[in-house]
């Protein structure tokens, strides 16, 4: 598969260039939505070497994506009162129906962009979505997202993860309905990917920061303190295509080269990566696993749940752009797990530590189903991978499982297509 400028992105790359140099501008008229250029379901051939689940046909995989966008629409997306146009949201979930975090928004921005064409309502919840995301503007770049909501009373800064979906979403949504309607969505890309860029990537390191609040020299959190589910690859070279901005390449080559070394020194046998890593002490800023408690908790430095979302991550680089040193890192996580749970996908235990010894001792579809796209790259594995999609792919838990799972079943029945790559 080629990686190019698709023809949409051409010819609105000029309107671009002029109209990001003024402050985005969203229509308050009624949203009139567009009939979908590539709409669900898509079948997408992913790189060769690759595989899908092969038990079930497709039409059933397309069924059980639809049984799965159909929940979690129900239960996770909620329309903001008093708002005209509408403004959607992604509840946080059981345990808090009234939060909502970027994370979501940009969940909820890219299924959306992928679900048109079955859903009818899909480009007026798309951008229901994005203006809930203008309305609540992160207080330190204003460009980015606040990345939780209700904001605290000073405000919230950004996180990166839900900006850069929030990105890609756009680009998709440029090129699945153009950007001549109610909302320029080659405009308001270019102002994003332009405000991640400056803010939130390292300008020494290359390397995702955690958000807009993060000091590239600071101390304890700077430009060497990346979280791993950071490293979108695929995402990164959608923004290359679409800008012409090498910066995306650098950033790429920059996180690749963190996943190798910290594979080789810190997770040989399993490939895992940790949920944050941290420079050690001296001039060459060599990564490593991150101390408890470092952000979040006593998990920081293992494979928990920031970095459950990895093999997902870098598997898309291998699925859309068929990369090598994804291909690579991704089957070296994909190959243990099988050797791990002997083939048994519902022994998959709820997080890790780097050398593969279990955290939790339960089954998730959150843990599960981003190893299913990894496994996607291993076609030795055809069986594992029929078994783990039988395993999520009815199951239904709460808002950030369901969302992931969702994400990798639009991937794993071949409906998860690039911006940047030719249908």
Known sequence: MRSVLSAAFMLAWPAVLIITACTPVVSTATPTPQPPYRPFPQHVRYADGTIRPNHLPQQQLDDDVRAAYDHWKARYLKPVPDT???????????????RTVSEGQGFG??????MAGYDPDAQTIFDGLWRFTRAHPSNRDDRLMAWEVPEPDRGASSAFDGDADMAYALLLAHAQWGSDGDINYAA???TLITAIRESTIGPDSNLPMLGDWV??????????????SDFMFSHFRAYAAFTGDDTWHRVIQAGQAAVDHIQTTYSPDTGLLPDFLVAQSGPDHLLQPAPPRFLEGPHDGDYH?????VPWRLGMDVLLHGDPVSTAQVQKMARWI????????????AGYRLDGTPNGDYFTTFF????GVAV?????????LNDLYDAVAHRREDYYEDSVTLLTLLVMSGNYWSPAVQP
């Open 109 to 114: 921005m890219i299924i959306t962009a992928l």
């Open 84 to 98: 005209s146009p509408i403004q959607y949201r992604v509840s946080f979930g059981s345990s808090n129906p009234n």
């Open 215 to 228: 000091k590239p020299k600071g101390y304890p959190y700077n430009q060497y303190t990346p979280r791993t």
């Open 305 to 309: 749940y920031n970095a459950g979302r």
């Open 376 to 384: 996607m790259t291993t076609p030795e594995h055809q069986q594992f």
């Open 338 to 349: 099988v050797r791990d749970t002997g083939g048994n996908p519902k022994a998959i235990k």
């Open 368 to 371: 599960a189903a981003p190893f």
């Open 188 to 190: 308001e890309a270019q």
